[in-house]
């Protein structure tokens, strides 16, 4: 078991109609609050005018129009310049992961003299940030609950994963029934990062049993849940336990005393997201059953075996390379049964900067150190076999 230094400070305020708390909590942190969200969801939803009729005590500067997998320029830049002209003393971020990412990147920016993309590459570090509050509208990242954000720039196609202890939030409103509108192909994308943050953590050279138990729950709560709310999308039970379970994906709680895994598939989905701007879950959920065949061998193997038997009820009087193909292929079906299309060619990327996006990945991310090592000929591999 690992060393390991962890420390969650959000709190999380759950449940149908927390929102009435919202000026409460606002209320120590500052008197001006930068709004942020999305592409107008809120407004058609009637979100947006509740926010305001609640923040009557407040003085309000938007920006809206953030957007999936969210952009450096123009929001986060937008962002960072109305605060500093502003004065604004806190951020509140109202929509899903992306719009809670931008306001992260944002919240930093706020605090610096430079260019704010040199704290987000960490060519500056992190002193200060201005305090985030946010009111979730999809569960799928989990950033509502960790100190990281992913900040697309795409004029040099990086997609980048941004974190320092200065960027928790405050505090998170999870009301699922602000979930209930969320489309079927959204939720199924929710279901496939929230489920592949768990496999991240899960694949791993020295786990626990108890980590190990967290993980397959996980996994199998998501994927039970995930099939009765695309059944009926306004089960709050379904949504609330769902939910619960995209905010601590993410956070380290799963892997606490495991080793490194490197989050391989997530280093290879940020190029796929950064060159095309796909779904981010949805290009996990492609990647993930190729990788697991990529580093199926004698050496991982017994993970497979684990996870097959475990997450799926496999039987483990088999043969261990059958249980593990069995589980990948488990895995596979699953995501297929849920709507999402399972290969690339179907959201749009063909061969052609295959091996551009491999070399990025290997340049950047890191992956050499991953718990199945990969170079850049075996991301190309994984790219390849996911067409």
């Excluded at 962890?6 to 999380?12: D, H, I």
């Excluded at 107008?40 to 926010?51: A, D, F, N, P």
């Excluded at 768990?198 to 786990?207: C, G, P, R, S, V």
Aim: hydrophobic share 40%; proline share 4%; glycine share 8%.
């Amino acid at each position: 078991m690992q060393n390991f230094n962890y420390r969650t400070p959000t709190r999380l305020i759950f449940g149908e109609g927390v929102i009435a708390k919202l000026p409460s909590v606002l209320k120590p942190l500052g008197h001006k609050v930068l709004l942020t969200y999305g592409g107008g969801s809120i407004k058609k939803s009637g979100l947006y005018e509740k926010v305001i009729g609640l923040l009557a005590d407040f003085e309000v500067i938007e920006l809206s129009g953030i957007q999936p997998n969210p952009k450096y320029d123009p929001s986060v830049l937008e962002g960072v310049r109305l605060c500093k002209e502003n004065d604004v003393d806190v951020i509140l971020a109202v929509g899903g992961g992306s719009v809670l990412d931008c306001s992260k990147a944002i919240a930093a920016g706020a605090k610096y003299d430079g260019d704010p993309w040199d704290l987000i590459t960490y060519k500056a570090r992190t002193k200060d940030a201005l305090p985030i509050v946010d009111i979730m509208t999809m569960a799928a990242t989990g950033s509502e609950y960790d100190a990281c954000g992913v900040i697309s720039r795409t004029e040099t196609n990086d997609k980048v994963l941004y974190a320092n202890s200065h960027l928790f939030p405050e505090a998170s409103f999870l009301d699922p029934t602000y979930t209930f509108t969320v489309s079927k192909r959204q939720t199924a994308a929710g279901c496939a990062d929230a489920m592949n943050h768990t496999i991240e953590q899960y694949f791993a050279a020295d786990t626990t049993l108890l980590n190990d138990g967290f993980c397959e729950a996980m996994l199998k709560s998501l994927m039970e849940n995930t099939k009765i709310i695309l059944e009926d999308p306004e089960n709050y039970k379904a949504r609330a336990e769902f939910m619960l379970c995209t905010t601590f994906g993410c956070n380290g709680i799963l892997a606490l005393g495991n080793s490194a895994s490197g989050w391989p598939c997530h280093g290879m989905e940020h190029a796929l997201s950064a060159y095309y701007d796909i779904t981010h879950g949805e290009g996990l959920a492609i990647i993930t059953p190729r990788w697991m065949k990529h580093i199926l061998n004698e050496n991982t193997v017994d993970r497979f075996v684990k996870y097959g038997v475990n997450v799926f009820g496999i039987d483990r009087n088999q043969d261990q390379m059958e249980i593990a193909n069995q589980a990948i292929d488990a895995t596979y079906d699953f995501f297929e049964s849920i709507g999402i299309p399972m290969n690339l060619r179907a959201v749009g990327i063909d061969e052609s900067r295959i091996d551009e996006m491999a070399h990025h990945v290997a340049e950047n991310e890191g992956l050499e150190h991953a718990y199945a090592p990969l170079a850049e000929q075996d991301i190309a591999a994984i790219f390849r076999a996911s067409l």
